[in-house]
């Protein structure tokens, strides 16, 4: 099987917007792939190094989240970075032929510089994230990435990175490329794109109460005054949550919507208990995790040890062709 790798920074809980953009492929390329899941610890760091959030719990919670979406700890190996001190071996190396310039021209480096003004972002760790990210893929020699489109350019450098290192040392790691899946774009309470930073989101842990009230908080079709208008559900800011994760037959909502049949309220009625019965086993799986903790950290010992089985191989065959370690 090939191997995929990928990675998310631990912010805590998941909301629905994390599910249907990452974890659900996440879920399923488990059949096909051997998948290796990572908590990107450090990653966090490079933007939060003060010690003002607590990385241990954060990593936790976002892996008890995993697990109750589907994630399978028999299938996948499931790991925290900073467990496996390999990646840091390799992160230093390849900082070594990483010119300054391809870190400077990278537009998600770019971009959080022109925007985000509430941190000094000057430190050499964020400069340095698409190197580590090259060494978390490459450490394992994963074929394939499962990310969003946001993360490109870092898989361009993780390329670059390869190009570069096999022209030094020989043929050791392969080109891996990007899995893009089709990403519905969820809306969150507030009418913008569903995200943690805009406060906005439905999580995963949330309530039955707190889903039906913040569903019936959002926004549906603007130009729909009246109940007699008809609606547009490719307006509908409310609909996208109702095609991901409505389960069953599903009732012609667009003709009931574009025919004035159905009401707003009571359709976000129907939408909100979709979300809430799909979410049901897997808030089920959460509240287990949630009691047996030890458990979720057995797990993250059981990958950090395979991970770092196939890491020591990766850096002894490293060592060997850039001549390092007698
Ligand atoms: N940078 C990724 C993100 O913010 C997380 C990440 C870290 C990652 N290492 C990775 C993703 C390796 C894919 C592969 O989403
Ligand atoms: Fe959206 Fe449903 Fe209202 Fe149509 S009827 S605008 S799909 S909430």
């Known amino acids: 099987m090939e191997r995929i790798l990928s990675g998310m920074r631990p912010t805590g809980y998941l909301h629905l917007g994390n599910y249907v953009g990452a974890l659900k492929q996440w879920v399923y390329l488990q059949d096909s792939y051997e998948c290796f899941y990572m908590v990107a610890d450090l990653h966090a760091m490079t933007t939060d190094f003060d010690g003002n959030i607590d990385l241990r719990n954060l990593t936790v919670e976002m892996v008890i989240d995993w697990l109750a979406c589907g994630i399978d700890p028999n299938r996948s190996v499931i790991f925290v970075q900073s467990m496996v001190p390999q990646h840091l071996e390799l992160f230093t190396i390849f900082s070594m032929i990483t010119p300054l310039g391809w870190l400077e021209r990278n ?43 946001d993360q490109l350019p870092h898989l361009e450098i993780t390329r670059e990175i390869v190009r570069r290192f096999n022209y030094f040392f020989g043929e050791v790691f392969p080109e891996p490329q990007p899995i893009l899946g089709e990403v519905p774009h969820l809306y969150g309470i507030d009418g913008r794109k569903m995200s943690k930073s805009y406060n906005n989101a439905i999580y995963i842990k949330d309530s039955e109460e707190e889903i039906y009230k913040k569903i019936k908080m959002m926004v549906t079709d603007i130009g729909r005054a009246r109940r007699s208008d008809p609606g547009n559900p490719d307006e509908c800011k409310t609909f996208p949550l109702y095609k991901s994760f409505y389960q069953e037959v599903i009732p012609d909502v667009v003709y009931e919507c574009t025919n004035a049949k159905i009401g707003c309220v ?15 086993p897997i808030k089920e799986r959460r509240s287990y995790y949630e009691k047996n903790r030890d458990e979720v950290i057995d797990i993250l ?8 089985e196939v890491a020591e191989k990766t850096m002894e065959e490293v060592r060997e062709v850039v001549k390092i370690k007698l």
């Open 266 to 280: 009571e359709c976000k009625d129907r939408i909100a208990k979709g979300v809430i019965n799909f979410l049901k």
């Open 107 to 149: 537009p998600t480096y770019k971009d959080a510089k022109e925007n985000i003004k509430d941190k000094d972002l000057s430190n050499l760790g964020f400069l340095a994230y698409p190197v580590l990210q090259a060494a978390d893929i490459l450490v394992y020699k994963a074929s394939k990435v499962p990310v969003g489109k």
């Open 301 to 308: 010992k059981e990958g950090a040890k395979r991970a770092k």
